[in-house]
């Protein structure tokens, strides 16, 4: 598929992309499976080494995509390493992409099925949220960009208020002493809470997409779009531990919607507030569904030299059997930190191994 000249995106639709990415699970799940490491009130400072450690990988990810800035990561590799190695290592890179989107949507059709719509068979939720997100990603990136502006403001609202609200429940003596076992379990933590800022590694391919006289805005835009989810994840973190305690925390398996559950404000027209929180989850999990289908897509596309819209259609029955896959919610858990451990290679190392190598060859492909 031919880069179209008039799919560009501004830096500040690039960093509401990445930060409508990277909010998607972790809000609901970062609290307990980094306290399952952690086991002392510390987590909130893993939390912040993991989001230092994600925007030292992303600046690194820029760095590369900047050496070539009209290309995306599956034309570029080539470059680098040659077609059958860059094509191979496109491949990983399409496959992870269309793996998200089934574990995504899996974990939508699991919450709304537990929370909100109740009995209801889980094709019957999957199948329309991936059709709506089908027709989406059929306008290019800069039809996906347009939504996730709308959805940035109405998550960054309805969350900070939800947040707040549950301060009638939060007690301080939750989250101390700080530090009180030392270091090295709030070091344990750091991989895990690392995984909750994958990400960054849609800038492979947004540089590409990206205004020519505004590529150089590049680094800023990693920078304010980890930041952001940087300071929604430790908000969460604290907030959740405020409220639920350590203890409280890993008996459950959704403990962000624990806590909302937990508090109410009685004369209100809504006296319970999880269903707030449900709502910009769900817009949450849309964006990375769309924005890493689409990524999937068009890595085929650009690696057959051919247009998209079939490798749209073809992946959709693709991802829904994937999602379908994992039996239970364990195997669903299972199934994610096996991405996630995919990633940490794929966009921790493989960046860098492509930067030694380009500058081995002098710059030159």
């Known amino acids: 598929m031919m880069m179209n000249s008039q799919d560009k995106i501004t830096p500040s639709q690039a960093v509401v992309i990445l930060v409508n990415y990277i909010l998607a699970t ?12 952690v086991k002392t009130p510390d987590v909130w400072i893993s939390v912040f080494l993991g989001g ?4 030292i990988a992303s600046l690194i990810i820029v760095k590369l995509s900047q050496k070539f800035p009209e290309k995306t990561f599956y034309q570029y590799s080539q470059d680098i390493v040659g077609k059958w190695i860059g094509c191979f290592l496109s491949l990983l890179i399409i496959v992870y992409f269309f793996t998200i989107s089934a ?3 899996r974990i939508m059709a699991e919450v709304t099925s537990l929370f909100l719509l109740e009995g209801t068979p889980t094709w019957a939720i999957i199948l329309p949220f991936m059709w709506i997100g089908l027709y989406l990603i059929s306008s290019g990136i800069n039809g996906i960009a347009r939504l996730f502006e709308i959805i940035f403001p109405i998550t960054f609202v309805l969350f900070l208020l939800v947040a707040f609200l549950s301060l009638g429940i939060f007690e301080i003596d939750n989250l101390r002493p700080v530090l009180g076992l030392g270091v090295m379990p709030v070091l344990k933590g750091v991989k895990t809470a690392t995984l909750a800022f994958l990400g960054p590694e849609i800038m492979l391919l947004l540089v590409a997409f990206m205004k020519k006289s505004e590529k150089t805005k590049a680094v800023k835009v990693v920078l304010v779009g980890l930041t ?16 639920l305690s350590v203890k409280g925390v890993v008996t459950r398996t959704w403990p962000t919607l624990e806590l909302m559950r937990s ?31 689409f990524a999937a897509a068009l890595g085929l596309a650009q690696l057959f030299k051919k247009n998209i819209q079939p490798f749209i259609f073809g992946l959709l029955p693709l991802i829904y059997i994937i999602s379908m896959t994992p039996k239970n ?19 921790g190392v493989l960046p860098i191994i492509l930067l030694i190598i380009l500058r081995l060859k002098g710059g030159k492909t």
């Not at 809504?270 to 999990?285: N, P, Y």
């Not at 996630?340 to 966009?347: I, K, S």
């Open 103 to 105: 574990f995504e949507v």
């Open 26 to 37: 972790g809000i609901l799940t970062l609290p307990r499976t980094s306290v399952e490491k």
């Open 263 to 293: 508090f109410e404000i009685p004369g209100l027209i809504f006296e319970r507030f999880e269903s707030f929180l449900l709502v910009i989850w769900i817009m949450q999990i849309f964006a990375t569904f769309t924005i890493t289908y």
């Open 228 to 243: 952001i989810p940087l300071i929604f994840y430790v908000i969460t973190v604290v907030m959740v531990i405020g409220a």
């Open 329 to 347: 919610i364990n195997d669903l858990f299972k199934f994610g930190n096996m991405i996630g451990n995919t990633a940490l290679f794929l966009f």
């Open 52 to 55: 230092i450690i994600a925007i």
